[in-house]
């Protein structure tokens, strides 16, 4: 349950991150809402997940998923960069995360 709730934490990462663009374009309540609630239920279920996975693990595969999902989220949603570079660094951080995984972390 833990890497559960560790990737749900990531992809709330990703919406807190995606929410301060829109913040930036369009200051209303409603965005800032979203944008505390995105980075507030991803510090729960980090907390959530830090209970049993060990704190580096944990921390690398957050930081790893928001990173990652924040520069996806750029390309598709706003057209940053898809250099061939851009994407095999992304790659890296996320095989990165997953190379954790199977060194041992519960």
């Known amino acids: ?17 995606f929410m301060i663009t829109k913040f930036n ?5 409603r965005t800032f809402t ?3 609630a995105g980075f ?5 279920f980090l907390s959530l997940a830090m209970k049993t996975l060990p704190m580096g693990t ?3 595969v957050w930081t790893g998923i928001g990173a990652s999902g924040g520069a996806i989220l750029g390309m598709i949603f ?6 061939l570079l851009r994407i095999l660094c992304i ?16």
């Open 25 to 29: 374009q369009a200051r209303n309540v």
């Open 58 to 60: 944990a921390y690398a």
């Open 40 to 44: 507030g239920s991803s510090f729960l």
């Open 1 to 17: 349950m833990s890497w559960f709730y560790l990737i749900l934490a990531g992809v709330f990462e990703m919406m807190g991150v």
């Open 34 to 36: 979203v944008l505390i």
């Open 78 to 83: 706003y057209n940053e960069s898809r250099s």
């Open 91 to 106: 790659a890296l951080v996320l095989g990165s995360a997953v190379g954790l995984k199977l060194c041992g972390a519960e």
